[in-house]
């Protein structure tokens, strides 16, 4: 599928007058970016394609802006290479680099589609501007228009909007145009992009530190083309794209830095949260398993000083130009995206259906249900089977859910089927079952559920899920969810409450993120019927604190004839830099402090006897350990030599020593000033 990058036309004050009093400002300072390889996109592909489906104008060609873009970034110190379409023919190819820019690529096929899925699902980093991967030009996009139904057809159901990058951004569309007084749509608005209300996003903090780098007395990273005269009234002010999403419900991997702000009547009319902070956001960060990604839903690439001046050197209400506010976000975002520091977004591709059931004499009648209970959008078939007394299949019918009609976590669908022989139904016992076989990439999960019925039985009857009934639970609850076991007296510990139907030998597990049991709370234990609740410490089975993230409580219950049932539950875990995680052994007194060249040291102190491991580590993640074993409690001091695990020396800059101590961990800043490390480039 494919939607146009619609212009963005504001109007407000004359801009000529305004772009001569405001010229753009030297920088008094400067902003060094970090080491990373980044590969910028040229696509051909998305100008072909453009070219042969917009013949109108060269507006629509996007390797200008995609060449501008690499170039200011290479012009600013970073390591850019210039990549064309083939880069996404092999993950050996993506996996050169650490970030990988999309500005307005918008064309890409299935197989380069799932290759770069699955680069950032391995760890790489991603930052689209605008219009992502949409269309697939091998295909025959005619049949599908710019519906959704694109990429449900070509990838058999399994993806939508963006395709399989869908996965990665965790967004919903809604639209990029709004109705104007005379009910058309069109394009465009008085727009701000503003920073979201009360965001502590890393990229907005990032952008700010740049802002004050580079010698600006304004941290404002706002930018917006509300000035002027717009170009459809005859006037100078540039057009720019946008587009309007919303949030899959339930999903915490994604958070917004911008917002979109505006002031048109009509768009505001259209969609009423435009012009209220936080309504709809103009950029997220996203953590998709191993790997980040940010997705700019506004064009910051317009706002480039040499591409469009007039958008770039008007300033903001605080003086910074549009173009360096604009531009400071797009550097923090490849900062961001291109850090791994091994913490993993989890994806939980949940499904389920089920039906209530209504038996008359002449037939049976259903309305069957279909909902996601994972983070992300779910896509599939849905089916209903019904076999009569003597067990042969009489009725059997399955939907296609197209990605219009795909699910969003916390959504459900259903639809009404029934049957009716052409006759009263027979004596006997009637099996119905629903199913919905579903998730990417390959339909590989199935949810059944089913009832046995009889003739004129009535209404109100439910289906249950197969293989369950045998040794059911009612509703599975954490008490407090998130925990913050840090030993400061509030939500230390939390509780599974279940509630089992009948006697069951019961297992109480809580898994990483990974599926991976790190605990076992309850094994294997006879329980009675009844309501059950199970404390959750915090602790790892080796007494070790659970680290930061998020976890799954997973009860299983097994009755006397063997069948079981199991019930995952999400249970998020949360702790502090520089918060003790435990309760033993004390770990205080940490300091760091860089002495002679060459050489730093990290005190603490230990209250009794511990396995302790010190590490040092960077922006990017860890660089040395200096310590893992056993120690004596009292007061310790380790020198760090400036080497990092490989001997290597590392350069001046900004480090961080992590001490663990069983069950506690503790982080100390230190700066090696220049100098004080040897210097290997």
């Not at 990058?5 to 060094?32: K, Q």
């Not at 058309?184 to 996003?201: E, I, T």
């Not at 956001?281 to 506004?298: D, E, N, Q």
């Not at 001046?309 to 003086?319: A, T």
Request: net charge positive; with cysteine.
């Amino acid at each position: 599928m494919f939607r146009r990058v619609l212009p963005l036309i504001v109007a407000a004050a004359l801009a000529a007058s305004l772009f001569a009093v405001h010229p753009a400002p030297a920088c008094a300072g400067t902003w060094t970016p970090p080491p990373l390889k980044v590969a910028v996109v040229r696509s051909s592909v998305t100008d072909a394609w453009s070219a042969y489906n917009k013949p109108s104008g060269t507006g629509w060609a996007r390797m200008p802006r995609q060449t501008k873009l690499g170039e200011y970034l290479k012009g600013r110190g970073w390591d850019v290479t210039f990549v064309g379409d083939t880069v996404f023919n092999s993950l050996a190819s993506l996996e050169q680099y650490d970030v990988v820019v999309l500005c307005h690529v918008f064309c890409m096929d299935p197989t380069p589609s799932r290759n770069l899925q699955q680069y950032v699902a391995r760890g790489g980093g991603l930052v689209s501007i605008l219009a992502s991967p949409r269309v697939a030009p091998a295909y025959d996009t005619s049949r599908y228009d710019y519906w959704p139904e694109h990429w449900a057809a070509i990838l058999n159901g399994e993806a939508a909007e963006w395709g399989p990058m869908s996965e990665v951004y965790q967004m919903y569309f809604i639209n990029d145009q709004f109705k104007n007084a005379s009910g058309r749509d069109v394009s465009g608005g008085y727009m701000y992009a503003l920073p979201w209300p009360g965001s502590a996003n890393p990229v907005l903090t990032g952008a700010r530190g740049i802002l004050r780098a580079r010698g600006y007395a304004s941290e404002n990273v706002s930018f917006d083309n509300t000035f002027g005269v717009p170009q459809s009234a005859g006037g100078p002010v540039p057009s720019v794209g946008f587009e309007l999403t919303s949030f899959l419900k339930g999903n915490r991997n994604t958070s917004p830095f911008l917002t979109f702000k505006f002031t048109d009547a009509n768009a505001r009319r259209t969609y009423p949260r435009s012009g209220v902070p936080g309504g709809y956001p103009a950029a997220v960060t996203a953590r998709y398993l191993k790997g980040r990604s940010v997705y700019f839903y506004c064009s910051p690439d317009d706002f480039l000083a040499d591409y469009k001046p007039l958008l770039g050197n008007h300033r903001n209400w605080s003086g910074v130009p549009n173009a360096e506010a604009a531009m400071s976000l797009v550097e923090s975002s490849l900062t961001w995206a291109g850090r791994r520091d091994g913490v993993s977004g989890p994806i939980v591709r949940g499904g389920k259906t089920w039906a209530d059931v209504k038996v008359y004499g002449d037939g049976i009648y259903a309305r069957q249900y279909l909902g996601a209970d994972g983070n992300v959008s779910i896509f599939g078939r849905a089916y209903y089977r019904i076999y009569d007394p003597s067990g042969r299949l009489v009725a059997y019918k399955r939907t296609h859910v197209q990605s219009y009609a795909s699910i969003q976590p916390g959504q459900v669908r259903s639809y009404a089927w029934q049957y009716r022989p052409g006759g009263p139904l027979k004596n006997g016992t009637y099996r119905v079952e629903v199913g919905y076989v579903y998730n990417y990439p390959q339909m590989a999960t199935r949810h059944g559920e089913v009832v046995c019925v009889r003739r004129s039985q009535g209404v109100g009857i439910k289906t249950v899920p197969v293989g369950t009934k045998a040794a059911g639970f009612g509703p599975v609850t954490v008490a407090a969810n998130p925990i913050t076991p840090n030993a400061d007296g509030w939500t230390d510990y939390g509780y599974v409450n279940y509630i089992l139907d009948q006697p069951s030998r019961v297992t109480v597990r809580i898994c990483d993120m990974w599926k991976r049991t790190v605990t076992t709370l309850v094994n294997d234990e006879v329980q009675t019927p009844g309501p059950h609740a199970t404390r959750i410490t915090g602790l790892r089975s080796d007494g070790r604190a659970l680290g930061s993230g998020q976890y799954y409580a997973v009860v299983q219950a097994r009755n006397t004839a063997g069948r079981s049932s199991t019930s995952p539950l999400l249970l998020v875990a949360r702790f502090k830099p520089g918060t003790a995680l435990g309760t033993r052994p004390a770990l205080s007194s940490i300091a760091g402090s860089s002495k002679a060249p060459g050489r730093s040291q990290v005190s603490f102190t230990l209250s009794s006897r511990a396995r302790v491991v010190v590490k040092v580590l960077d922006w990017a993640g860890e660089v040395a350990t200096l310590k893992d074993g056993t120690m004596d409690a009292g007061g310790i001091t380790l020198s760090w030599n400036g080497q990092d695990a490989a001997g290597r020396f590392r350069p001046a800059g900004r480090y961080r020593y992590y001490v663990f101590a069983s069950g506690g961990g503790k982080w100390a800043p230190i700066k090696v000033a220049a100098g004080t490390v040897p210097l290997t480039r």
